[in-house]
């Protein structure tokens, strides 16, 4: 297999060679390291950001997502390296970066005692445009995320995804051509977040570069041209999501057991078939592993598991999904709520 | 939703000098505060009604034990709950800033091109009009209950005055609270560690005469003690010592050296 789909370029290359227009490259990142005290959340990152594109950096909690779009949003100091968004230098030219970025946090930036219509002004102003603009934008920016008829009430009383939506709205209020998107859609119910999606590849479409954060597999398929894993404030792939894919094999063969009290019987055979590459999900009894032999792998699989008289409740060949990328890359499955694991189950029995 | 072009717009920033963009963004987070004041309805009842429940409670619970000598006790006291109340008023700014802080929108300020310590100066605003309201409030009542100055015209300005310009000096030194505390409660609690013995142990409310020699010296010279002075005299006519311009110079060294320690204090908090 092969286990290294880009180059890791560690060298800084100097300013005035990435200032040059060699790359549609919007967001640069090199080298960016960051720690707290004693704990370290960033060794070392890079990685770029093709212009009118969607990155996403896709990691469990803790693994140093958010930290990255604090630093790149000039709200936080890197301790080493180098950020570019479009050509400025993130510490040295902060001011200009907050010119053309619009930021929408893992928390609302809303104002809670202030209209939906008042945020929008408010931040508009702040952003430097004239009144007219700023009045005809707040018109247009309701109307499109839906919020023409909260427009007049304070935010307290909105809903999760209409603070959600109008927080976006406010990131929009100038048009800035990058968007950094921290967890956008966390917490959202499904069709709030359907929207967001929706929202999201719209503005791609008009050309905004963006870089989201998500702990979701399907929200960085469905959005991301681009896919950074990280994990530990380390990035441990990149690709787009079919070349992560493909590097954990073509297909997966599933196979959950009956009883969690036969689980080491099985793992002891299943291992032996195929040791690299297993991976298994105690709340789902399901045992995952590249497939590889077709028929007779399976066929292979199954009679081990007899011998070892382990009972088969079913097995399921199925694409690789982004939480195998996870497994295969970390070592450990990213962060996901039972229920939706659940959930995912069922669809896969069907 | 409807076509995608809308969701960007041809929109160019506003091309002015920074002073200009200074003061617009002061103005526009000034607004945001003051509008606070009116959609905050606990906020606004706490102003109303705490310096009121003070007076009557100092005007007729302690009042008559408290002996004032030519003055009388209300006559003593409106000078020293007008002060009192303008020391707890600002508390309002360590708390909301605290509360900014927490939420996520002190971020979205710093991710914008604007000059974001002005935040402050909306917070420090809005204090100015709370308690320029909380004070018509307490004068109303004042007289209601008997108080009668004998301050002409320019007395009353340079009482009006004196008070602008202390309200801004301690609502300053709250922001500075506000930047340094690290929940919400503690901002809360800040307020009475700090403003209760500046308030008591002042001629705030007895004459400082009866005081312990070592609380005597803190209590004549602390610069509240300074304000409620200047202002009883002006008001209604005891003796003004050094205490007017004392109390001009206190304000003005605070607000001198309490503004960049605060607007340091909020650049360095937002590169941690």
Same mark, same amino acid.
């Given at each position: 297999?092969?286990?290294?789909?880009?180059?890791?370029?560690?060298?800084?290359?100097?300013?005035? *060679?990435?200032?040059?227009?060699? !790359?549609?490259?919007?967001?640069?990142?090199?080298?960016?390291?960051?720690?707290?005290?004693?704990?370290?959340?960033?060794?070392?990152?890079?990685?770029?950001?093709?212009?009118?594109?969607?990155?996403?950096?896709?990691?469990?909690?803790?693994?140093?997502?958010? #930290?990255?779009?604090?630093?790149?949003?000039?709200?936080?100091?890197?301790?080493?390296?180098? /950020?570019?968004?479009?050509?400025?230098?993130?510490?040295?030219?902060?001011? @200009?970066?907050?010119?053309?970025?619009?930021?929408?946090?893992?928390?609302?930036?809303?104002?809670?005692? $202030?209209?939906?219509?008042?945020?929008?002004?408010?931040?508009?102003? +702040?952003?430097?445009?004239?009144?007219?603009?700023? @009045?005809?934008?707040?018109?247009?920016?309701?109307?499109?995320?839906?919020?023409?008829?909260?427009?007049?009430?304070?935010?307290?009383?909105?809903?999760?995804?209409?603070?959600?939506?109008?927080?976006?709205?406010?990131?929009?209020?100038?048009?800035? =051509?990058?968007?950094?998107?921290?967890?956008? #859609?966390?917490?959202?119910?499904?069709?709030?977040?359907?929207?967001?999606?929706?929202?999201?590849?719209?503005?791609?479409?008009?050309?905004?570069?963006?870089?989201?954060?998500? %702990?979701?597999?399907?929200?960085?398929?469905?959005?991301?041209?681009?896919?950074?894993?990280?994990?530990?404030?380390?990035?441990?792939?990149?690709?787009?999501?079919?070349?992560? @894919?493909?590097?954990?094999?073509?297909?997966?063969?599933?196979?959950?057991?009956?009883?969690?009290?036969?689980?080491?019987?099985?793992?002891?055979?299943?291992?032996?078939?195929?040791?690299?590459?297993?991976?298994?999900?105690?709340?789902?009894?399901?045992?995952?592993?590249?497939?590889?032999?077709?028929?007779?792998? +399976?066929? &292979?699989?199954?009679?081990?598991?007899? *011998?070892?008289?382990?009972?088969? *409740?079913?097995?399921?060949?199925?694409?690789?999904?982004?939480?195998?990328?996870?497994?295969?890359?970390?070592?450990?499955?990213?962060?996901?709520?039972?229920?939706?694991?659940?959930?995912?189950?069922?669809?896969?029995? %069907? | 939703?409807?076509?995608?072009?809308?969701?960007?717009?041809?929109? @160019?920033?506003?091309?002015?000098?920074?002073?200009?963009?200074?003061?617009?963004?002061?103005?526009?987070?000034?607004?945001?505060?003051?509008?606070?004041? #009116?959609?905050?309805?606990? &906020?606004?009842?706490?102003?109303? $009604?705490?310096?009121?429940?003070?007076?009557?409670?100092?005007?007729?619970?302690?009042?008559?034990?408290?002996?004032?000598?030519?003055?009388?006790?209300?006559?003593? $006291?409106?000078?020293?709950?007008?002060?009192?109340? +303008?020391?707890?008023?600002?508390?309002?700014?360590?708390?909301?800033?605290?509360?900014?802080?927490?939420?996520?929108?002190?971020?979205?300020?710093?991710?914008?091109?604007?000059?974001?310590?002005?935040?402050?100066?909306?917070?420090?605003?809005?204090?100015?009009?709370?308690?320029?309201?909380?004070?018509?409030?307490?004068?109303?009542?004042?007289?209601?209950?008997?108080?009668? =100055?004998?301050?002409?015209?320019?007395?009353?300005?340079?009482?009006?005055?004196?008070? +602008?310009?202390? !309200?801004?000096?301690?609502?300053?030194?709250?922001?500075?609270?506000?930047?340094?505390?690290?929940?919400? *409660?503690?901002?809360?609690?800040?307020?009475?560690?700090?403003?209760? =013995?500046?308030?008591?142990?002042?001629?705030?409310?007895?004459?400082?005469?009866?005081?312990?020699?070592?609380?005597?010296?803190?209590?004549?010279? %602390?610069?509240?003690?300074?304000?409620?002075?200047?202002?009883?005299?002006?008001?209604?006519?005891?003796?003004?010592?050094?205490?007017?311009?004392? /109390?001009?110079?206190?304000?003005?060294?605070?607000?001198?050296?309490?503004?960049?320690?605060?607007?340091?204090?909020?650049?360095?908090? /937002?590169?941690?």
């Amino acid at each position: 297999m092969k286990h290294n789909i880009f180059l890791q370029d560690n060298r800084l290359l100097d300013s005035s *060679e990435i200032r040059t227009p060699l !790359s549609e490259d919007t967001i640069v990142v090199k080298g960016l390291r960051k720690s707290f005290k004693k704990l370290t959340v960033l060794e070392g990152v890079d990685f770029s950001v093709r212009r009118g594109t969607v990155m996403a950096l896709l990691g469990p909690n803790g693994a140093g997502k958010t #930290t990255t779009i604090r630093i790149l949003s000039t709200l936080l100091l890197p301790d080493g390296g180098q /950020a570019l968004i479009n050509g400025f230098d993130v510490v040295k030219e902060a001011d @200009k970066v907050r010119s053309v970025i619009g930021l929408t946090g893992q928390n609302a930036a809303l104002d809670e005692y $202030l209209t939906g219509e008042e945020n929008l002004r408010m931040i508009g102003r +702040l952003y430097r445009l004239s009144y007219p603009d700023i @009045k005809q934008r707040s018109r247009e920016l309701l109307e499109l995320f839906d919020l023409v008829e909260a427009s007049g009430r304070t935010v307290k009383t909105y809903s999760g995804g209409m603070r959600r939506r109008l927080d976006l709205a406010v990131s929009l209020i100038a048009s800035p =051509p990058v968007i950094f998107l921290d967890e956008p #859609t966390t917490g959202l119910d499904p069709r709030s977040r359907l929207i967001m999606w929706d929202i999201i590849e719209q503005l791609v479409a008009a050309g905004t570069t963006i870089l989201l954060t998500t %702990q979701d597999m399907d929200e960085a398929d469905r959005l991301a041209d681009r896919i950074v894993v990280i994990d530990g404030g380390k990035i441990i792939a990149e690709g787009n999501s079919d070349e992560l @894919k493909q590097r954990i094999g073509s297909e997966r063969l599933e196979i959950t057991i009956a009883k969690t009290s036969s689980l080491e019987a099985a793992r002891k055979a299943i291992g032996e078939e195929d040791d690299d590459d297993v991976h298994f999900d105690l709340k789902r009894r399901t045992f995952s592993l590249a497939a590889r032999g077709g028929v007779s792998q +399976l066929k &292979q699989v199954l009679s081990r598991l007899e *011998e070892a008289s382990v009972a088969v *409740e079913n097995v399921s060949f199925h694409s690789p999904t982004l939480d195998d990328v996870f497994l295969t890359f970390t070592g450990h499955a990213a962060t996901k709520q039972p229920s939706e694991e659940a959930e995912k189950f069922g669809e896969m029995v %069907q | 939703m409807s076509k995608s072009t809308s969701f960007i717009a041809n929109v @160019k920033p506003e091309k002015h000098s920074r002073l200009y963009w200074v003061l617009s963004d002061s103005w526009v987070l000034a607004r945001r505060s003051v509008k606070h004041i #009116t959609r905050n309805l606990d &906020q606004l009842l706490a102003v109303g $009604l705490f310096p009121i429940m003070f007076f009557l409670l100092f005007r007729y619970v302690f009042g008559g034990a408290i002996a004032t000598g030519d003055v009388s006790y209300v006559n003593f $006291l409106v000078a020293g709950i007008l002060v009192q109340m +303008l020391a707890f008023g600002a508390n309002y700014t360590t708390l909301n800033l605290a509360i900014d802080l927490q939420r996520g929108i002190v971020d979205r300020f710093r991710s914008l091109p604007m000059a974001s310590p002005t935040l402050l100066v909306g917070h420090v605003w809005a204090d100015l009009v709370r308690n320029s309201m909380s004070w018509m409030i307490v004068l109303g009542v004042s007289f209601l209950v008997g108080f009668q =100055p004998i301050a002409g015209p320019v007395e009353w300005l340079l009482v009006f005055g004196l008070a +602008l310009l202390f !309200s801004l000096a301690i609502s300053w030194l709250s922001a500075i609270m506000g930047l340094i505390v690290k929940s919400m *409660e503690a901002a809360q609690w800040t307020g009475f560690i700090v403003i209760f =013995p500046l308030t008591f142990v002042s001629s705030a409310f007895v004459p400082t005469d009866t005081m312990p020699a070592e609380l005597r010296v803190f209590a004549e010279n %602390q610069p509240l003690t300074h304000v409620i002075q200047a202002m009883r005299a002006w008001l209604v006519g005891t003796p003004i010592g050094n205490s007017d311009w004392l /109390a001009f110079a206190w304000c003005v060294g605070i607000i001198v050296v309490a503004i960049p320690i605060a607007t340091w204090l909020f650049r360095r908090q /937002a590169l941690r």
